[in-house]
């Protein structure tokens, strides 16, 4: 693909971090950690991008780049051809916690980019009310967050990121906190909202179903730093409409594709946890999944 014709380029993108090498050293004694290592990805308008990889290879960074939140250590990053320098909202973000605003009615919390946009009060309400509606959630406006369940908080987080029209939806691990069903179910839910929106999806997951479930294009990343180490195609035309996709011996076929890329970078990202928090003192290994077979 060309440039000219890419929604977003990564092109040659390293991140590194200054970390300390000890808790409590003092300033000074810091060490450079790269995080990500010569990315190059280039992202068609309208696709829908699947990220994967293992636990801290530099999926957030990445999303995080994308988002505008950070900037490169060298490299950029173009959206439509130009740099990206910062959050705009052109492009809209979900994470895995639902960030809504707890003191906010679901519709309110909907309301909230298009207010920042400066959509005059009853357009704004028609617009969150359409993407409720969108997502799913028509009478549940005048719910407050904590009287949602985890899967309307993130149908909610959704509707909030596409009401403002943003071109690009980046999306960081967005149901991993569900239920299976949930998820499942917000899974076909997301494909049918992007074929009704049209729009540039970023996903990221662990998950190595959910990623050939969704993606037209699977990226996966290796251990930290990570770079991108293959990108499989996935050549589903209609997903909706499949009766049960996740039986397709295609979709088998590429989920253990996926995996057998993954699972050497799963065993080196484990490794570098256990001797990260040696190094720490602290022992701990964190229990987050790796990269899920599943
Ligand atoms: N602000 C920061 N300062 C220092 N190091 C950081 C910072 N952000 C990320 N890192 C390090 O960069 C690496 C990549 O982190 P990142 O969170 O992007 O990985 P990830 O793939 O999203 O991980 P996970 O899947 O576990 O969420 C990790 O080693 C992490 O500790």
Redesign the pocket.
């Given at each position: 693909m060309s440039i000219d014709s890419a929604k977003i380029s990564i092109q040659q993108v390293n991140?590194s971090?200054?970390?300390r090498r000890r808790p409590g050293d003092l300033k000074g004694s810091s060490q450079s950690?790269?995080?990500?290592d010569h990315i190059n990805l280039d992202v068609k308008p309208g696709e829908f991008m699947v990220i994967v990889?293992?636990?801290?290879?530099?999926?957030?960074?990445?999303?995080?780049l994308l988002a505008g939140l950070?900037t490169p250590t060298s490299g950029q990053i173009l959206l439509d051809g130009k740099p990206i320098t910062g959050p705009n909202l052109d492009r809209g973000i979900v994470f895995q916690q639902y960030a809504l605003f707890p003191w906010k009615t679901a519709l309110a919390n909907v309301e909230f980019g298009l207010e920042t946009k400066g959509v005059p009060r009853k357009e704004r309400r028609a617009i969150a009310q359409e993407y409720i509606e969108l997502v799913g959630l028509a009478g549940f406006e005048h719910r407050y967050p904590h009287e949602l369940s985890g899967g309307m908080k993130q149908r909610i987080a959704i509707a909030r990121s596409l009401a403002y029209d943003p071109e690009v939806l980046l999306m960081?691990?967005p149901f991993a906190a569900l239920d299976a069903q949930t998820r499942e179910s917000l899974q076909s839910e997301l494909l049918r909202i992007w074929e009704a929106t049209k729009k540039t999806i970023i996903f990221?997951t662990?998950g190595i179903e959910e990623a050939v479930y969704l993606g037209q294009r699977v990226a996966v990343?290796t251990s930290?730093?990570?770079r991108i180490k293959e990108v499989i195609e996935v050549p589903f035309e209609a997903r909706t409409s499949e009766e049960d996709l996740r039986a397709h011996p295609d979709f088998v076929r590429l989920r253990h594709q996926i995996w057998d890329l993954l699972k050497d970078e799963v065993k080196l990202?484990q490794e570098?946890e256990k001797d990260?928090s040696l190094q720490s003192g602290t022992g701990k290994i964190?229990g987050?999944?790796?990269?899920t077979h599943g």
């Open positions: 991140k971090f200054r970390v950690v790269k995080a990500l990889g293992p636990s801290g290879c530099g999926k957030s960074t990445l999303l995080d950070t960081d691990e990221i662990h990343m930290r730093p990570g990202a570098q990260r964190s987050k999944g790796a990269a």
